[in-house]
């Protein structure tokens, strides 16, 4: 059975991270979307609550092997271990990304050369979201106009109740 973690903060989950779980869900047998922190960035929602956003997302597409967890006090190739895949899953927007990637595949190949690091492109209508971008884009006039294509539905609601 192919098994892999999607890693990342997903502060805030938005339709690129949707479009890596879709993918996911269908590469692999199981998938498990696990929210860590990332210490260089401040959080918006705390990480249960991004736990119960990113399953209602979840839930409205319809995937049945998607798992969602909070993980914390590991690396993320100890992580994989623990969890038993064969895979980390990572996206690569831009050449900025790839270097990142880059590296983080070397380390965590090096770390744990029986996990394999798999990176998929997303497609070029997607390719400038960030969670960063959305988040910058709240508060001026008419916000929520553009918002609310960026991000799926129980997000964008959670972003308007804020
Ligand atoms: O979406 P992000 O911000 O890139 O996600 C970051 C996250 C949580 C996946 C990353 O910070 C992480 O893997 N943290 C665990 C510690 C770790 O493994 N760091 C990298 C060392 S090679």
């Given at each position: 059975m192919s098994a892999a973690v999607y890693a990342g903060?997903?502060?805030?989950?938005t339709t690129g991270h949707m479009w890596m779980i879709d993918q996911g869900a269908k590469l692999f047998d199981q998938l498990i979307v696990a929210i860590g922190d990332n210490p260089a960035k401040k959080s918006m929602f705390d990480a249960p609550f991004r736990k119960e956003l990113i399953q209602k997302s979840v839930k409205e597409v319809g995937h049945m092997n998607v798992q969602v967890h909070v993980f914390s006090g590991l690396y993320l190739f100890e992580y994989a271990r623990a969890c038993n895949v064969n895979y980390i899953l990572r996206g690569v927007r831009n050449a900025e990304d790839f270097e990142y990637e880059r590296v983080m595949r070397n380390l965590n190949g090096d770390f744990a050369p029986e996990i394999q690091t798999v990176c998929l492109m997303p497609p070029r209508?997607?390719?400038?979201?960030?969670s960063s971008i959305v988040k910058g884009l709240?508060?001026?006039?008419?916000w929520e106009h553009l918002v609310r294509t960026f991000v799926p539905a129980p997000v964008f609601e959670a972003l308007n109740e804020r």
């Amino acid at each position: 059975m192919s098994a892999a973690v999607y890693a990342g903060s997903f502060d805030v989950l938005t339709t690129g991270h949707m479009w890596m779980i879709d993918q996911g869900a269908k590469l692999f047998d199981q998938l498990i979307v696990a929210i860590g922190d990332n210490p260089a960035k401040k959080s918006m929602f705390d990480a249960p609550f991004r736990k119960e956003l990113i399953q209602k997302s979840v839930k409205e597409v319809g995937h049945m092997n998607v798992q969602v967890h909070v993980f914390s006090g590991l690396y993320l190739f100890e992580y994989a271990r623990a969890c038993n895949v064969n895979y980390i899953l990572r996206g690569v927007r831009n050449a900025e990304d790839f270097e990142y990637e880059r590296v983080m595949r070397n380390l965590n190949g090096d770390f744990a050369p029986e996990i394999q690091t798999v990176c998929l492109m997303p497609p070029r209508e997607i390719a400038e979201i960030s969670s960063s971008i959305v988040k910058g884009l709240i508060g001026p006039e008419g916000w929520e106009h553009l918002v609310r294509t960026f991000v799926p539905a129980p997000v964008f609601e959670a972003l308007n109740e804020r």
